[in-house]
């Protein structure tokens, strides 16, 4: 398959999901600045050395990608992504009253044409299976256009792009988060970019490090303000990102993924939301 430059197609939009994470306020969470150091707070009942030893096991380190990373990397982008599917064929659906009247008005031409109450029955099904299917196919095929520009080589785009950077959460040494900042000259902005947790490891407040870091990131280079777009189905992923301070500007209900062909069926089968945020640092 064919995908445009890197600086023209797959855009973000892959966030992590996890509510446990949203709560935290600056005294659960710290980032330090150099040592990008995130610590959760421990109960005061511990005795001194179980805290301490608690204490440097939760401790995540949100540092600068390197190259060594780069498996572990793909793999938390990729399972994320992979989450969508199931959530936009079937949790996405609930948003999309005019898709819900379409497929009813399928059940009720089912039974008139065919006066079967079993393929009527079965119709629902069928509609969703179909939901699935074509839901599927285009976040794969975005998987696969991601895969082939920014995350091919987050080095050359991340780590060498002015205005850019790339970092990972670390757990105990092992790369539990990611998230990327890509500054965009024209209009003095940083886009927050591929933010995902390791599923295993949320609940935590990973995700809210994360986004802080990119803030930090946006006021250390004199950014006027931070933006970010989404297509995450689950609740969870805005309130974190309200959490953070950010303020939606603006929905898409029928927003084009790079890689969807556009066709009829896949018009009719697959829909998703793309909301965006902004957070202003400084007037212009």
């Given at each position: 398959m064919?995908?445009?430059?890197?600086?023209m197609?797959?855009e973000t939009?892959?966030?992590?999901?996890?509510?446990?994470?949203?709560p935290?306020?600056?005294?659960?969470?710290i980032?330090v600045?150099s040592s990008?150091?995130w610590?959760?707070s421990s109960?005061?009942?511990?005795?001194?050395?179980e805290?301490?030893?608690e204490k440097r096991n939760?401790?995540?380190?949100?540092?600068?990608?390197?190259?060594?990373?780069?498996?572990?990397?793909r793999?938390?982008?990729?399972?994320?992504?992979?989450?969508?599917?199931?959530?936009s064929?079937?949790?996405g659906?609930?948003?999309q009253?005019?898709?819900?009247?379409i497929?009813?008005?399928?059940t009720?031409?089912?039974?008139?044409m065919?006066?079967?109450?079993t393929?009527t029955f079965?119709m629902?099904?069928?509609?969703?299976?179909?939901?699935?299917?074509y839901?599927?196919n285009?976040i794969l095929n975005y998987?696969?256009?991601?895969l082939?520009t920014?995350?091919a080589?987050i080095?050359?785009?991340?780590?060498?792009?002015t205005?850019?950077?790339?970092?990972?959460?670390?757990l105990?040494?092992q790369?539990?988060?990611?998230v990327a900042a890509q500054?965009?000259e024209?209009?003095n902005t940083?886009?927050?970019?591929r933010m995902?947790?390791?599923?295993?490891?949320?609940?935590?407040?990973?995700?809210k490090a994360?986004?802080?870091?990119?803030l930090?990131?946006?006021?250390l280079?004199?950014?006027?303000a931070?933006v970010?777009?989404t297509?995450a189905?689950?609740?969870?992923?805005h309130?974190?990102?309200e959490?953070?301070?950010?303020?939606?500007?603006?929905?898409?209900?029928?927003?084009?993924?790079p890689?969807?062909?556009?066709s009829p069926l896949?018009r009719?089968f697959f829909?998703?939301?793309?909301?965006?945020?902004?957070?202003?640092?400084h007037?212009?």
């Amino acid at each position: 398959m064919h995908c445009s430059s890197p600086k023209m197609v797959c855009e973000t939009k892959i966030v992590a999901d996890e509510h446990e994470a949203i709560p935290g306020t600056k005294k659960d969470s710290i980032i330090v600045s150099s040592s990008q150091m995130w610590t959760s707070s421990s109960s005061p009942s511990l005795g001194a050395h179980e805290s301490k030893a608690e204490k440097r096991n939760e401790t995540v380190f949100i540092r600068e990608f390197e190259r060594s990373d780069h498996e572990e990397v793909r793999r938390i982008f990729n399972e994320g992504i992979m989450e969508r599917i199931p959530n936009s064929a079937f949790r996405g659906i609930k948003q999309q009253s005019r898709t819900q009247c379409i497929y009813a008005l399928f059940t009720v031409m089912c039974y008139v044409m065919t006066k079967s109450f079993t393929l009527t029955f079965c119709m629902p099904f069928i509609l969703m299976g179909a939901r699935y299917y074509y839901s599927r196919n285009a976040i794969l095929n975005y998987l696969d256009c991601a895969l082939h520009t920014d995350m091919a080589d987050i080095e050359a785009y991340y780590m060498k792009s002015t205005g850019s950077c790339f970092w990972v959460a670390v757990l105990q040494g092992q790369v539990v988060g990611i998230v990327a900042a890509q500054g965009r000259e024209d209009d003095n902005t940083v886009e927050l970019r591929r933010m995902s947790v390791d599923s295993r490891f949320r609940g935590k407040g990973i995700a809210k490090a994360l986004g802080r870091r990119v803030l930090e990131f946006a006021m250390l280079n004199n950014y006027s303000a931070v933006v970010l777009g989404t297509t995450a189905v689950k609740m969870a992923a805005h309130k974190l990102y309200e959490s953070l301070g950010f303020r939606r500007v603006g929905d898409t209900e029928d927003y084009t993924l790079p890689g969807m062909t556009r066709s009829p069926l896949e018009r009719l089968f697959f829909q998703i939301r793309y909301s965006r945020y902004r957070l202003q640092l400084h007037e212009e």
